[in-house]
């Protein structure tokens, strides 16, 4: 079945990076884009990164040049490279996917931003 798994996240201080990464399985991963999505409490889920499965990648406004999404087909894992974090990227961060039998999210790991 289609598995999503996100590793990576952590307490950091402003300022600091973390890089998260997301397993696929169950599914051929060179042939789907991946987005990473964040919840922050209170909020909505919100779109922060895209690659396509031709390598383009998109961004929301609040991470450009701060965040880079990758992926390597040959491990079927996307990463995210988060510099320069902020106590506002403070939030859950989700793999997401949208497949023809549905859309599929990971589990989320916890990304907190604090001094």
């Known amino acids: 079945q289609v598995q999503l798994v996100e590793s990576g996240g952590g307490l950091v201080q402003p300022g600091g990076s973390l890089r998260l990464s997301c397993a696929a399985s169950g599914f051929i991963f060179s042939n789907k884009h991946m987005h990473w999505y964040r919840q922050a409490p209170g909020k909505e889920r919100e779109l922060v990164a895209r690659i396509t499965s031709t390598g383009d990648t998109n961004y929301a406004d609040s991470v450009k040049g701060r965040f880079t999404i990758s992926r390597d087909n040959a491990k079927d894992t996307v990463f995210l490279q988060m510099n320069s974090l902020k106590p506002e990227d403070t939030a859950v961060y989700y793999c997401?996917?949208?497949?023809?039998?549905?859309?599929?999210w990971g589990q989320g790991t916890q990304v907190t931003v604090s001094s």
């Open positions: 997401f996917t949208s497949l023809w039998s549905g859309d599929y």
